[in-house]
């Protein structure tokens, strides 16, 4: 029998004892209750299975799915086995270290309601520790053109932050062969076609954590970005992709800029490599969004190259203009200070 929910929320578990309680607590207390809850648990070794199955009876009377999984097949096919047993209109994911603000399913609901040509919309985020205090907050691209343009550099949409039209995911399932960046894959084989979006706002608290996939599969995750960085940049493009610079600019992104100073012999030459292939890239997306965050991330850089701050900055001053130049410095200062002042 097809249900009456406008929103399934999808939660994989994992051995997720430690956080899964927050988690259903934030999904329970949402200003928009028309929603059910599809958690898949992985064939978890912890107490996780005891802990959501006494919550949900507890606290969702019936509006809960559970599948429980006979092997551990991963995320990715996990996720897909949920989303087939979802007959909802809209698709809201979460992840079981993660928390939902109170207002998070209204409000991004009332967005694809009243914008019928978004088909996926995500939010900012604060990031939290494994103690659940504030760290920091994401600033990520918000219109569609922004967040097409950042994809051929990075992931734009935080996973556990997406909305998105059910009818989409039927048409585009995540790629199983990717064990990590499923989403990342999934925007750039859709994008395309179908318009996104991220709402200023942060609508999730995010979990930065020793044990979250991003930090326990980092290689595996940079490997699979790049794979899906050249895909798309060909797609687009059609001409040779340059390998070399986005293994670096995957690190520069991801703000990775010690592994990039432990690794590159000839900074000199790395710096100039950077800015002759980010501005062939921009003369082909042409994005003022994208030159503002590469020269921010160029200006954190240099903080960590020691020794090179006057080399970099006569590169900056030669390819920046002026007002570019200092609405960077003054929008990081305002950052800083934004942050500090949260934290």
């Known amino acids: 029998m097809k249900n009456n929910h406008l929103i399934s929320v999808i939660l994989p578990i994992y051995n997720s004892e430690n956080y899964i309680l927050e988690c259903l607590e934030s999904i329970k207390i949402q200003t928009m209750q028309n929603f059910e809850v599809i958690l898949i648990d992985d064939k978890s070794t912890d107490k996780s299975p005891e802990i959501i199955n006494d919550y949900l009876k507890n606290n969702f009377y019936g509006k809960f799915k559970i599948i429980k999984n006979k092997s551990n097949i991963g995320i990715t096919r996990s996720l897909n086995k949920a989303f087939k047993i979802s007959d909802s209109k809209y698709i809201a994911r979460i992840d079981a270290d993660d928390i939902n603000k109170p207002d998070r399913f209204e409000i991004q609901f009332k967005y694809l309601e009243k914008y019928k040509d978004i088909a996926i919309v995500g939010s900012n985020v604060e990031y939290i520790d494994k103690d659940s205090k504030f760290i920091n907050h994401s600033d990520l691209p918000l219109n569609h053109i922004d967040i097409k343009s950042s994809l051929f550099l990075y992931n734009p949409m935080v996973h556990s932050s997406i909305f998105f039209r059910k009818k989409i995911f039927s048409k585009y399932p995540y790629n199983n062969k990717f064990i990590t960046s499923q989403d990342y894959e999934m925007y750039c084989r859709i994008i395309n076609s179908h318009k996104f979006a991220n709402i200023k706002k942060s609508l999730v608290k995010f979990r930065l954590h020793n044990q979250s996939i991003s930090s326990h599969k980092e290689k595996i995750q940079k490997k699979n970005s790049l794979c899906i960085q050249e895909k798309f940049y060909k797609h687009n493009f059609g001409n040779v992709f ?26 000199k030459k790395f710096f100039k490599d950077m800015l002759r292939f980010f501005i062939d890239l921009n003369k082909k ?4 969004q994208l030159e503002y965050l590469f020269l921010e991330r160029l200006l954190i850089f240099s903080i960590y190259a020691r020794g090179y701050k006057l080399f970099m900055l006569s590169l900056i001053l030669r390819h920046f203009r002026i007002k570019i130049l200092v609405s960077s410095i003054f929008n990081l200062f305002l950052k800083k200070a934004k942050n500090k002042f949260k934290s």
């Open 242 to 267: 340059p390998s070399n610079s986005f293994k670096l600019f995957t690190n520069l992104f991801m703000s990775d800029y010690e592994e990039i100073i432990q690794n590159v012999s000839d900074l």
């Open 285 to 288: 997306i042409k994005n003022v």
